[in-house]
Nanobody, 121 residues
Framework: VQLVESGGGLVQAGDSLRLSCAAS????????MGWFRQAPGKEREFVAV????????YYADSVKGRFTISRDNAKNTVYLQMNSLKAEDTAVYFC???????????????WGQGTQVTVSS
């Protein structure tokens, strides 16, 4: 599966952004989809994951209550709605696909190119 993220940008603290990840190739609805982020000088970290049907989601504690992951299998797209953004949310955001439920970035082998999110304080 090929993944392309979009929707990043420069915003102020407290603003919102919605990231999209469009998939092509093999059957999107079979994949667990995750969002991850990587800040300069830091390792890639888990943000959110959603089951193949969309019925189950899980979030990192740092974004719980502010971010929402969702998917539209008819459009082969997964979203990350980010509200109440903070300066510490600044990072390159990646979507990734896997057959199994996991929050470990090393276990994903299908990645998008990433989209930059910068939050000014």
């Amino acid at each position: 599966v090929q993944l392309v993220e979009s929707g990043g940008g420069l915003v102020q603290a407290g603003d919102s952004l919605r990231l999209s990840c469009a998939a092509s190739g093999r059957t999107f609805s079979n994949y667990v989809m995750g969002w991850f982020r990587q800040a300069p000088g830091k390792e890639r970290e888990f943000v959110a994951v959603i089951s193949s049907s969309g019925s189950t989601t899980y979030y990192a504690d740092s974004v719980k209550g502010r971010f929402t992951i969702s998917r539209d299998n008819a459009k082969n797209t997964v979203y990350l709605q980010m509200n109440s953004l903070k300066a510490e949310d600044t990072a390159v955001y990646f979507c990734a696909a896997h057959w199994i439920w996991t929050t470990e970035p090393a276990q994903y082998d299908n990645w998008g190119q990433g989209t930059q999110v910068t939050v000014s304080s």
